[in-house]
């Protein structure tokens, strides 16, 4: 058992000197106590290795301080800037003043930067990863609250996150449960982004074998985006001449290449294939950045379930099946193999605010099931109209569920079509 207070993490210490005695106690391993209430001003990542937890006590509180210098994030592993796996972790009653402080490459001022990692709390690289007890109330615009990717085996439990950007957000992995989560953000409080914007998630990649449940959507006085989002997104290998913008990627010698651009829908002719094997490197005026060497050509969800999810915001979305195409990103390049979606599961779902669209689906899905809920709001299945794209007709299942206005339930634009199942339902 270790006291991180016998190492001088203290209330009354500078930013600095909790920073680095933290870090030191963490470097131990094991079970690593906070037992001191108060606030500890931080101002460094606190990078945590294989079979670490860190126990919080009531009544204790993180508070970043921009004044006296700044790294990327409040917590990650340590793993995640060589790419290597660390495994059984643990944080428990982690309260976090954010204190208008921007995390990861947003902020121009911080170090150890990963690109596309821009969480207060971060993972990525992580297998057997536990977050319980969590809590900020001023997530600041340009960042997640908590954001994994490439992991194995995670749980987050009991979280409490307001703000103004996605509580948690999940990059590639398999395997996980957020689970108790009250959430009150402008943006979206849960983002499954398999594919997603160049700055927002380091790799892309299939999120499969999920559940999110016991979770409540707060209402606020505005809003952006969905209770979920649930990303896919697909590209091709390089090719000379192809025309590329802003987080368009490419495969080319067993590697996959990003476009690190500005957000102006600015499209580039490429005639140099990139090749380098990490970091970021310009070739004919276009910066890509080498993501990872593991190369699909497709990525979204699968088997996922939403359960006891209770929506109390007024959205004009609550659940979107999704593929971006802005300034920011084109989630299908065209004439990429079309990915498919699968097993979306909506069970005990509880509509308690206005919603036009209960659901939006503009990707290619197998199956949507909703069961045994009280919703309000249309089933929107539409094609996105880019070239090469292609829709199989997705199967709905309503089963028990009562609808508790008399839009029209299920809508079908622009060549996609449903084969609907209903039994039981008002």
């Known amino acids: 058992m270790i006291f991180a207070k016998d190492f001088g993490f203290l209330p009354q210490n500078s930013a600095e000197q909790n920073s680095a005695a933290l870090q030191k106690a963490v470097d131990c391993g094991g079970d690593i106590y906070i037992d001191t209430p108060g606030v500890y001003d931080m101002c460094d990542a606190v990078k945590i290795g294989d079979d670490t937890s860190i126990y919080f006590c009531a009544g204790s509180y993180i508070r970043r301080n921009f004044s006296q210098g700044e790294t990327s994030y409040v917590f990650v592993n340590k793993g995640a800037y060589k790419r290597e796996y660390n495994k059984n972790i643990k944080i428990e009653g982690l309260k976090i003043i954010c204190n208008n402080v921007v995390c990861g490459d947003m902020n121009e001022h911080a170090k150890e930067v990963i690109t596309g990692l821009r969480g207060h709390i971060s993972f990525f690289y992580v297998k057997n990863l536990v977050l319980r007890d969590i809590e900020m109330l001023d997530l600041p615009a340009a960042n997640y609250g908590i954001h994994i990717c490439t992991f194995k085996n995670i749980l987050v439990e009991n979280v409490r996150i307001e703000g103004l950007k996605d509580a948690v957000h999940l990059g590639r992995g398999s395997d996980f449960v957020i689970r108790g989560g009250r959430f009150k953000t402008f943006d979206d409080p849960i983002a499954l982004n398999a594919h997603d914007y160049s700055t927002a998630n380091p790799q892309l990649g299939w999120i499969e074998n999920g559940i999110i449940e016991d979770c409540y959507d707060y209402d606020d006085e505005t809003t952006t985006g969905y209770f979920a989002r649930i990303l896919a997104g697909a590209w091709t290998d390089w090719f000379k001449g192809m025309r590329v913008q802003r987080s368009d990627s490419a495969a080319y010698g067993g590697r996959l290449y ?45 088997n996922i379930i939403f359960r006891n999810i209770f929506i109390l915001k007024k959205r004009p979305t609550a659940f979107s099946i999704h593929f971006d195409k802005d300034n920011y990103s084109r989630s299908y390049y065209p ?21 036009n669209q209960f659901l939006s689906a503009v990707t290619p899905v197998s199956s949507v099931k909703l069961i045994n809920s009280v919703v309000s709001g249309s089933l929107d299945f539409w094609g996105i109209g880019t070239e090469g794209i292609e829709y199989e007709p997705t199967k709905v299942i309503l089963t028990g569920n009562t609808f508790i206005d008399d839009k029209q339930r299920i809508i079908c634009k622009n060549g996609r079509t449903v084969e609907l199942v209903e039994a039981n339902n008002i």
């Open 258 to 302: 990003r476009v690190i651009a500005e957000p102006d829908g600015k499209e580039y002719e490429s005639l140099t294939p990139p090749s380098h094997k990490e970091g970021i490197k310009e070739y004919d005026g276009i910066k890509w950045a080498m993501i990872q060497d593991d190369v699909e050509y497709g990525a979204g969800c699968r």
């Open 335 to 355: 004439n990429a193999k079309s990915p498919v979606q699968e097993n979306i599961v909506f069970e005990n779902i509880f509509v308690k605010n206005e919603i």
